[in-house]
């Protein structure tokens, strides 16, 4: 079956640079998209960024770009995401999820940044 660990908790200060990971297994990592989501307290969970399944082209929602990097180690079934630069506004519940359908998810990693 598929499934998606994510790497634990984060308590950050603004500026910060933690990097969350999600393993796979149960399915060839590599032929697939991947992507991390997030969501805020009350808020919907939205999208963060995707990477292509060779790792060749990512995408970012426009609050991210030039901060985060979504990337990926096929050889080992695992995505990343670089945070840099965090700011409060980046805390949420963070999560990654397969392509093509983005079906499975993982537990969520939650993302605390204080100023």
């Known amino acids: 079956q598929v499934q998606l660990v994510e790497s634990g908790a984060v308590l950050a200060q603004a500026g910060g640079s933690p990097r969350l990971s999600c393993a796979a297994s149960?399915?060839?990592?590599?032929?697939?998209?991947m992507g991390w989501y997030r969501q805020a307290p009350g808020k919907q969970r939205d999208l963060v960024a995707t990477?292509?399944?060779?790792?060749?082209?990512?995408n970012y929602r426009e609050a991210v770009k030039g901060r985060f990097t979504i990337y990926r180690d096929n050889a080992k079934n695992t995505i990343y995401l670089q945070m840099n630069n965090l700011k409060p506004g980046d805390t949420a519940v963070y999560y990654c999820?397969?392509?093509?359908?983005?079906?499975?998810w993982g537990q969520g990693t939650q993302v605390a940044v204080s100023t």
């Open positions: 149960g399915y060839t990592s590599r032929n697939t998209p």
């Open positions: 999820n397969k392509g093509p359908v983005f079906a499975y």
């Open positions: 990477i292509t399944p060779l790792g060749r082209t990512t």
